[in-house]
């Protein structure tokens, strides 16, 4: 009996000698915090700032623009999009910035990276080679192993969104020389047009923390020169707009991790995005930024993790066993 306790302990020690570095020792944020890019130091950088618009930290120290940054399911790392090695492409980092590294070997035009909720995974809109120019969504493990192609897309569409069962991807695409969303079952590789009985021109589709709903940005007729954030539930019924229509980014918005408002980007009077809140049954803003323009945030809060143990978001192995005589 002994003998095979040894055994498992120094299993499990072997396990965390070759787990990769980051997913050992990365650390999630103990409070609320928003990611998101913004070039108020002369380029593009990450930060991170509170719910509340407050404590704003510049994360990157490069030259490059750090863009499209996303939590990572379990918060300890950020995925994001810069150009330090030439063309835009994925990067990872800690959750306070450290450990930059590239998620692909070989580069390539790869933007707008969503995660899966098991945080194995990632989805983006990427360039095929110029031999053959077209746009497409792919998926790859965030080691940047397993590529591939899910759907077709056109360079203005892309936008991907993985639901949190895992089973789904929502995307932009061109429909008709519109844009539409389109939902991608990952299980039979079947797509379908997300409110094909409504107008187009709809953009970044994003869902809810439970799964039930989609919120995005529409260039609906009838709200004048601006556009509007809307919600709707996943079978297509209680379409609702939120807030009023006003120049809001084609960027995605996020959802709060309590589903209760979305953090989004809207151009100012002065021309700059910034970055604002919106409660999503009253449809109040509350502004969070000020400087420079501010845009692509990522919400995540600690407190609505995961409550039962699942494999893929631990990163240590608690090793204290009793020893029986």
Do not use: C
């Not at 020690?13 to 570095?21: A, C, D, M, N, T």
């Not at 380029?43 to 750090?66: F, H, V």
């Not at 150009?83 to 930059?100: F, I, K, N, P």
């Not at 053959?132 to 077709?152: C, F, L, R, S």
């Amino acid at each position: 009996m002994k003998n095979i306790r040894l055994f498992v302990f120094f299993s499990l020690g072997l396990g965390l000698v070759l787990s990769p570095v980051p997913q050992i020792w990365a650390q999630a944020p103990t409070t609320a915090k928003i990611a998101f890019a913004s070039n108020r130091d002369g380029n593009w950088e990450i930060y991170l700032m509170n719910p509340d618009g407050s404590q704003q930290k510049r994360l990157t120290q490069n030259s490059a623009r750090d863009l499209s940054p996303v939590w990572s399911p379990n918060g300890e790392q950020i995925l994001f999009v810069s150009d330090r090695d030439g063309g835009h492409d994925l990067y990872v980092m800690d959750a306070d910035g450290s450990q930059v590294q590239r998620v692909f070997k070989e580069s390539a035009l790869r933007i707008e990276p969503t995660w899966s909720p098991d945080g194995e995974k990632i989805a983006f809109h990427t360039k095929k080679p110029q031999w053959k120019p077209e746009w497409n969504i792919q998926t790859a493990t965030i080691h940047g192993t397993d590529v591939e192609e899910v759907a077709v897309v056109v360079q203005q569409g892309g936008n991907p969104s993985w639901s949190p069962d895992g089973n789904e991807i929502a995307f932009v695409d061109d429909i008709d020389d519109t844009r539409r969303i389109r939902i991608l079952t990952l299980s039979s590789n079947r797509v379908r047009t997300f409110l094909s009985h409504e107008t187009p021109w709809m953009y970044a589709p994003a869902w809810s923390p439970s799964g039930d709903r989609l919120a995005f940005t529409w260039l609906k007729w009838g709200l004048g020169n601006g556009n509007a954030l809307f919600v709707v539930d996943r079978d297509e019924r209680g379409l609702k707009q939120i807030g009023k229509p006003s120049r809001v980014s084609l960027g995605p918005a996020a959802w709060s991790p309590e589903g209760d408002r979305l953090v989004y980007s809207e151009r100012a009077d002065d021309d700059n995005l910034q970055i604002l809140t919106v409660d999503v049954r009253t449809g109040t803003k509350k502004q969070l930024t000020h400087q420079g323009s501010n845009m692509t945030a990522a919400w995540f809060n600690p407190n609505n993790l995961p409550v039962a143990p699942q494999h893929h978001l631990l990163t240590t192995v608690w090793g204290k066993m009793k020893v029986r005589d």
